[in-house]
């Protein structure tokens, strides 16, 4: 497993980005299933990911939290990407993206509950975000399991969405 452990669940690991990953980002994001629900609902193009990659491995150094890589422990497959970066209003904001191949395995669920451990246990801030597309409800559905309630409606470059948050304190009670 290259890079650096960040945190482990019991079937995944979130580790640091390596220079070289660009690749993953642009496999992971190149088709319409894992992009439709995202701004722009187009698949990313090679210089959007090496972007994202600049972005996450400069979040990681500024911030102490971005998206990381997830792999499985099991085989040190690529699985996508989940974590909790900063977003413009100066909230943190979680966000994942799956292999279309791995929905329906419960990691979602399991990722988004350890992103939000992980970040209450480094007291990085009171609460955090997440927003997703009003279409995407099996992501909406993550996002309540772990505990997130809805805030309300959000515009994201001109695109309504679900707007959640979370505070310690309603983590602990699904917990």
Known sequence: MNGNVIFETPRLV???WNHSDVDLIHDLHSTIETTRYMSGA????REK???RLRTYLAEQV???TT????VSREDGR???RAGISLYHTGEYEMGYALYAREWGKGYATEIAGSVADWFFSRDLAPHFIAFTHPDNLASQHVL???GMRERGPIFIEGVKGVEFAMTAAMRRTVT
Do not use: N
């Open 78 to 80: 690529f699985i996508g």
């Open 42 to 45: 187009a698949p990313w193009s």
């Open 62 to 64: 500024r911030y102490g």
């Open 67 to 70: 998206k990381y890589k997830i």
């Open 49 to 51: 990911c090496e972007e």
């Open 14 to 16: 979130a580790v640091m």
């Open 144 to 146: 309540k399991k772990i």
